[in-house]
Nanobody, 124 residues
């Protein structure tokens, strides 16, 4: 079982930046494409972005495109989500996940391993 642990969440003012990290156990991290999702209370889990196993290709949800950047460091078994120009609407719990099934990268069902999430709160 792959274990994923998110960190870096917290309280930030609108317009600020925050970097989330997702550390994976083991040394087979590069086997998986990785995704970031977020979920606010009372709302469905929303796709934020994804990165290929090699780190060469990325894809972002429309709501964060141009503001968020995904990267990965295979040597550190870590994937990052750099969030810039944060808005109150970005407030949510953010989850990283490892893709285990084929399909659209933005589909929750394509990911078999999930972290417990880290809370991001953006104030006005």
């Amino acid at each position: 079982q792959v274990q994923l642990v998110e960190s870096g969440g917290g309280l930030v003012q609108a317009g600020g930046s925050l970097r989330l990290s997702c550390a994976a156990s083991g040394r087979t991290f590069s086997t998986y494409g990785m995704g970031w999702f977020r979920q606010a209370p009372g709302k469905e889990r929303e796709f934020v972005g994804a990165i290929a196993r090699s780190g060469g290709s990325t894809y972002y949800g429309d709501s964060v495109k141009g503001r968020f950047t995904i990267s990965r460091d295979s040597a550190k078994n870590t994937v990052y989500l750099q969030m810039n120009s944060l808005k109150p609407e970005d407030t949510a719990r953010y989850y990283c996940a490892a893709r285990t099934l084929s399909g659209l990268a933005g589909t929750v069902g394509a990911y078999g391993y999930w972290g417990q999430g880290t809370q991001v709160t953006v104030s006005s």
